[in-house]
């Protein structure tokens, strides 16, 4: 009979397709940092995190809905599940943000799919959408579980494990991604990034003309 295996959270799927230091920073070494953007996520979360049901023209909705799949070992929670007359589960998850800038987000559809494949599990029925809905502009974009995101989802299950296991950093991204993100002077991406740089550098100042 096969070991069980530690569950891997949902979040860290976002946070691997974000930037896989960052993953690890936070679920290998428990890394965190507050700055303005976790601090807005956390005040759109704020209603949501209260478990709860409403009932509204026919459809349940679900608040901080735990969410599991044992075939890929993920644990999370959905901020909003929705089910339709017919019990069809359409997760929502929610995020600070206008809808028009953040329209591009794979990190978020990822998120987003595993909670799908959770929902598939647990219930028994197809989870064919979801939705990402955008605090600041208070309008949902709508998210097609497709057959990619869905591979998405299983491979970077596969890769956050491996890396857990090599217990190793990823190199930094250094790109635009790190002004963004909360973590970055844990990580320090400039130096670490340039180190190469800094050791022929370094190397130079021992050589002498002959």
């Given at each position: 009979?096969?070991?069980p295996v530690e569950p891997i959270p949902i979040a860290a799927l976002q946070h691997w397709c974000y930037c896989p230091r960052q993953c690890l920073l936070i679920h290998a070494e428990q890394a965190f940092a507050e700055n303005v953007h976790t601090l807005r996520g956390q005040a759109v979360h704020e209603r949501v995190d209260q478990a709860g049901m409403d009932l509204r023209a026919g459809v349940r909705s679900a608040r901080a809905v735990p969410l599991w799949c044992d075939r890929l070992g993920l644990v999370g929670k959905a901020d909003v599940v929705e089910f339709s007359?017919?019990?069809t589960p359409y997760p929502v998850e929610y995020k600070h943000g206008r809808k028009g800038r953040a329209a591009k987000g794979l990190h978020d559809h990822l998120q987003l799919a595993a909670q799908a494949l959770c929902l598939e599990e647990m219930t028994g029925q197809a989870v064919p959408l979801g939705a990402i809905y955008h605090a600041s502009s208070h309008r949902r974009r709508e998210?097609?579980?497709s057959a990619e995101l869905r591979l998405l989802v299983e491979h970077s299950v596969l890769a956050i494990r491996a890396a857990l296991a090599a217990a190793m950093l990823p190199?930094?991204?250094n790109d635009s991604r790190c002004r963004e993100c909360?973590?970055?002077d844990l990580c320090q991406p400039a130096p670490l990034a340039a180190r190469e740089?800094?050791?022929a550098l370094a190397a130079q100042l021992f050589l002498t003309d002959d």
């Amino acid at each position: 009979m096969p070991e069980p295996v530690e569950p891997i959270p949902i979040a860290a799927l976002q946070h691997w397709c974000y930037c896989p230091r960052q993953c690890l920073l936070i679920h290998a070494e428990q890394a965190f940092a507050e700055n303005v953007h976790t601090l807005r996520g956390q005040a759109v979360h704020e209603r949501v995190d209260q478990a709860g049901m409403d009932l509204r023209a026919g459809v349940r909705s679900a608040r901080a809905v735990p969410l599991w799949c044992d075939r890929l070992g993920l644990v999370g929670k959905a901020d909003v599940v929705e089910f339709s007359a017919a019990g069809t589960p359409y997760p929502v998850e929610y995020k600070h943000g206008r809808k028009g800038r953040a329209a591009k987000g794979l990190h978020d559809h990822l998120q987003l799919a595993a909670q799908a494949l959770c929902l598939e599990e647990m219930t028994g029925q197809a989870v064919p959408l979801g939705a990402i809905y955008h605090a600041s502009s208070h309008r949902r974009r709508e998210v097609v579980i497709s057959a990619e995101l869905r591979l998405l989802v299983e491979h970077s299950v596969l890769a956050i494990r491996a890396a857990l296991a090599a217990a190793m950093l990823p190199e930094p991204a250094n790109d635009s991604r790190c002004r963004e993100c909360s973590l970055i002077d844990l990580c320090q991406p400039a130096p670490l990034a340039a180190r190469e740089r800094q050791r022929a550098l370094a190397a130079q100042l021992f050589l002498t003309d002959d």
